[in-house]
């Protein structure tokens, strides 16, 4: 009896590790998905943003409804979008008030914040690969160095 | 390499240069970069001296120094090239440049000296047809002189004949130097050769002479002799032009060509595939119509000479409805045995074998040989006829000699007094 428990032990160990094993997934770290230059598309008529450099392509519309409350406003206006090391992907264009920032996922992308930026509209707003940040310029002194999360520093005209 | 070129390579790189330097969005300095960099491919494309190459040789060392602090961001946003690749490409353009240039500079053309030549010939074509205008408003006022008009008609042949040598010299010296089958100065040569047949106004030249002789057709009162140095030039110019009008085309479609791939490499070419570049058409359709209104008058003043002498033969338009005709109608007089000295002598030696023999001996019309077929077949007509009368005179006489020997010789015979036979007893009859 005593020598089946410790039969019934190593087995059991046995099996557990094996559980393990089979639930273990494989990691690559430190990937880059930096994009080295923003991509700057004009929204097309049927409400859609194409990018044929980077493969991407999806509707304006619910960006539009976000950012202007119609879901129509961005179609034949320009948008930037860059995507930074960490994947994350900034969107933002001309007369937005904020840098939209999303987590791709299975078919979609997911908004996971938006920095407020400008109350009265950005004018000619750019997006620089700044890692580990992404830079945003509009004119010539004003700066922001964003994450997914915050702006981290604030150069003001 | 224009002068608004070179201006717009300079603004552009003034105003590059500061967007470098001030700029601070990374896709604006990727734009201005790869503008840059379209541009000097441009001008290096379309240099044409060494002096040009060796500016933008500085030009681009001034490029690669701009955008050297930007290296690295450019290695990853010109993917797949990199700064490296961009400015060794463009050395490597000027390089190859410079080696179609400076062959075209010194082993194919003299460019500055045929373009003297040009001038002088353009020079001396224009003043050709001030002289021709004037010459045709003399013949317009002479209409009534005969003499003096054919002394003009002399004058004005043979300054049609001084401008078809200068038009094909004109466009012989265009084409002088770019013969070389040499790939590598092809490009450079095409553009060239477009640039001075553009220069010369080739094809258009050439059209101009063609409808200018077809309105001095309609001027002249031509009589027979007149139309050998008409049609004498009418053919040289037509062989002329055929050796030349496919050379013509193929520069203007190859230069055409060039001219496309060089503004739209990698965009869809202005030129649709298959579609033929032709100038050397409405040339062919003039000298068409060069040919119907010579040879149209010629056979035509040719049928009106016997017409007005009451000749009646078939009518014709060409050489061979008018040997037909001409062989019809002497069969005709033979078959009927009908008195042909009128259309032999007074027409045919008279008026045709005086005043059309030289333009119908010329191997474009009928040919000395089929000429000398047709006169021989209408001066056997003459001599046929002519023989007849003399036989007939030659019976007349044969029978009158003949009945005169046999008159004379049976009066002769009866007009003998014959002796009367001595008696055989020598006593007489009284």
């Known amino acids: ?157 | 390499m224009s002068s608004r070129h070179s201006l717009f390579l300079l603004l552009c790189f003034v105003s590059f240069s500061v967007a470098a330097q001030t700029r601070q969005s990374d896709f604006e300095t990727k734009a201005a970069f790869e503008q840059t960099w379209r541009a000097l491919k441009s001008s290096i494309a379309s240099a044409s001296t060494t002096a040009e190459l060796d500016s933008l040789k500085g030009r681009i060392d001034i490029f690669e120094q701009d955008y050297q602090s930007h290296r690295a961001f450019l290695d990853k946003a010109v993917y797949p090239e990199t700064f490296r690749t961009v400015i060794a490409g463009l050395r490597e353009e000027v390089r190859q440049t410079y080696d179609r240039v400076f062959l075209i500079q010194t082993q194919g053309v003299r460019i500055d000296e045929l373009e003297i030549q040009l001038a002088s010939l353009i020079q001396n074509l224009d003043s050709l047809s001030v002289q021709r205008n004037s010459i045709l408003q003399e013949l317009q006022n002479l209409r009534r002189s005969n003499s003096r008009m054919q002394e003009t008609i002399k004058r004005l042949t043979a300054n049609l004949e001084a401008r078809d040598e200068l038009i094909f010299a004109l466009v012989d010296t265009v084409f002088k130097g770019y013969d070389m089958n040499v790939d590598k100065a092809r490009e450079v040569q095409l553009d060239a050769l477009s640039r001075r047949l553009d220069k010369v106004n080739a094809v258009d030249r050439i059209y101009d002479i063609a409808a200018n002789n077809i309105r001095i057709l309609e001027l002249l009162r031509l009589e027979g002799k007149d139309y050998s140095p008409l049609i004498n030039q009418y053919r040289r110019f037509r062989q002329r032009w055929d050796a030349l009008r496919d050379r013509l085309n193929a520069a203007y479609a190859d230069a055409a060509a060039a001219r496309t791939a060089k503004q739209g490499k990698g965009k869809k070419g202005a030129q649709a595939p298959g579609e033929e570049i032709q100038p050397g058409a409405q040339v062919d359709s003039i000298l068409a119509v060069w040919d119907t209104s010579l040879l149209g008058s010629f056979w035509g003043g040719l049928y009106n000479e016997f017409i007005s002498e009451e000749i009646l033969i078939r009518p014709f338009d060409d050489a061979t409805s008018f040997s037909t005709s001409i062989t019809a109608y002497v069969d005709s007089m033979k078959a009927n045995e009908s008195d042909a000295s009128h259309f032999v002598s007074d027409v045919w030696k008279e008026r045709i074998d005086k005043h059309w023999r030289e333009p119908l001996s010329l191997d474009a019309v009928l040919g000395r040989t089929e000429y000398a077929a047709l006169d021989k077949k209408v001066s056997e007509l003459g001599e046929k006829k002519v023989d007849s009368k003399f036989l007939g005179y030659l019976a007349i006489i044969v029978v009158v000699l003949g009945s005169a020997w046999l008159f004379f010789s049976r009066r002769s015979k009866s007009g003998r007094v014959t002796p009367p036979p001595a008696p055989a007893d020598g006593t007489g009859s009284n």
């Open chain 1, 1 to 157: 009896m005593h020598s089946s428990y410790n039969i019934g032990a190593g087995g059991l160990t046995a099996l557990v590790l094996l559980l393990l094993s089979s639930c273990s997934t494989l990691t690559i770290r430190n990937v880059d998905f930096g994009w080295p230059v923003e991509s700057v598309q004009t929204v097309s008529s049927s409400n859609r943003i194409e990018d044929v450099r980077y493969a991407l392509s999806m509707s304006a519309a619910s960006l539009a409804a976000e950012e202007f409350q119609d879901s129509t406003a961005l179609i034949g206006k320009e948008v930037r979008i860059l995507r930074s090391r960490d994947g994350l992907y900034f969107v933002t264009g001309p007369e937005f008030r904020s840098v939209y920032v999303f987590a791709p996922s299975t078919g979609e992308l997911s908004l996971t914040n938006k920095l407020e930026i400008s109350p009265t509209g950005m004018k000619k707003p750019a997006l620089n690969q700044r890692s580990p940040f992404v830079e945003l310029l509009d004119g010539e002194s004003f700066r922001r160095m964003l994450t997914g999360d915050e702006i981290i520093e604030r150069t003001n005209p």
